[in-house]
Structure formats: C-alpha cells, structure tokens
C-alpha cells in the first residue's frame, strides 16, 4: 500500500512536470486542481496511464468552475459569484442568531420576574447582557470579513460548502422558529 502512494506521487509529480514543460501555469499552493484542470492535456501525453483517469473529476456547478480560485482569475467575474452569495448568507445567518438570542434572553428575563416574584439584580443582568451584545455584535463583523479572505484565496468549491451550509443553517432556525412559536401560547 505503501509503495502505491509512493509511485502514485511520483506519477503525479511527474504529470506536473508535463505541464509545466509545456508551458502552462501550474500553482504552487494547489498542484492538484491544476492537474485535474490539465486531465485532457494528461490524457493525450499519457493514453494508457490508468493513475490519469483518476484525475477525471468534473468540478462544473451549474456553469462555475469550482476549482478556480479567485485570487488567480480576477479578471472572470464569475468567480466572484459564490462568494459574494456566502457573504449574504453569513449576514443573514449572523443575524437571525443574534435575533433569536435577544429574544431568549428577554423571555428568560421575563420568566424569571414572574416566577420568582423577587427583585432582580437588573444592574448585573444588563452587564452581563452588554457583554454578551457586544460579543456577538463583534463576532457579527469578524466572522465573515475573516471567511471571505478565506473565499478569496481558496478554490470556489470550499466557498461552495460555506454557502449551502449557511443556507441549510438558516433554514433550520427559520423551521425552529416556527416550532417554538407554535409552542408558546401553549406554554402561556
């Protein structure tokens, strides 16, 4: 097994070589992507070579190439495309959490009055809630400023995966939010 990686690096080695002997660009950060990008220049220098075919990956979606890198082609716009749809979506997901938490926050204030029926330290709940605010409002900001130089220096296919992670994530609080409002007036 061992010996099998070893000759199938030295193969990929040597298929870089190729291209770089023919003049194209190969990336020193991601030789790979370019040697899945070069499979058809591969496959015509080395017909019978079964480690080629292996390479035969499409990495088409829905007509964006995900194994372009933004950084690289900053001239094609369409690279810009999925990470500018991550940027929105982070926005949206950020949001939606600090929401939902100021509102837990409030029905837990709310509970605790009336269960109790004491005087609350207000003074220390709000600090305690100033804090978390501008935690939260800071995460806000850094999160997404920090992942989009990610998304701009990382093949589209990550910033592919950031998105429809964003999205499933705000689809499931938009489905709890639904649930937990259909949940208080019963609790009430």
Request: charged share 30%; net charge negative.
């Amino acid at each position: 097994m061992q010996k099998t990686n070893n000759e199938e690096n030295e193969k990929l080695n040597t298929y870089i070589q190729q291209i770089k002997e023919d003049g194209r660009q190969v990336s020193n950060v991601y030789p790979e992507i370019d040697l899945i990008r070069e499979y058809s220049f591969l496959k015509e220098k080395n017909p019978e070579d079964a480690t080629v075919e292996k390479l035969n990956i499409q990495m088409n979606f829905l007509g964006l190439d995900l194994s372009k890198i933004p950084q690289q082609n900053i001239t094609d716009y369409t690279v810009y495309i999925i990470p500018i749809l991550y940027i929105i979506s982070s926005f949206i997901s950020i949001r939606m959490t600090t929401a939902m938490q100021e509102k837990q926050t409030k029905k837990k204030e709310n509970i605790i009055d009336g269960e109790t029926g004491k005087e609350i330290d207000k003074e220390k709940d709000e600090n305690e809630l100033d804090t978390i605010m501008q935690t939260n409002k800071m995460m806000s900001w850094m999160m997404p400023i920090m992942s989009i130089s990610i998304a701009f220096i990382a093949p589209l296919g990550l910033a592919l995966y950031w998105l429809v992670n964003n999205i499933l994530m705000i689809l499931e609080r938009l489905i709890l939010n639904k649930i937990l409002e259909k949940e208080e007036p019963k609790e009430e």
